[in-house]
């Protein structure tokens, strides 16, 4: 998982962590890279596109949390 926190976006950190994971894969052997996002993430889907990423499919996810954390 690559989160960057709000005050922190926009200043290609996230750009850094996801180049350095294709840098990993890549190195790994593995050809593809896949990733998923909440569907409430718009600003999320924005910037994936813009990196190149393709939507391939929708599906629906819970996040679950924990109340005293």
Do not use: C
Request: aromatic share 8%.
């Amino acid at each position: 998982q690559i989160s960057v926190e709000p005050a922190s976006q926009g200043r290609g950190v996230g750009r850094l962590l996801l180049a350095a994971a294709g840098r990993a894969i890549v190195a790994a052997g593995m050809e593809r890279i896949t990733l998923s996002v909440s569907v409430e993430n718009r600003a999320a889907h924005r910037w994936y596109r813009r990196l190149g990423f393709v939507p391939e499919k929708s599906f629906t996810a819970y996040l679950w949390t924990d109340p005293e954390v």
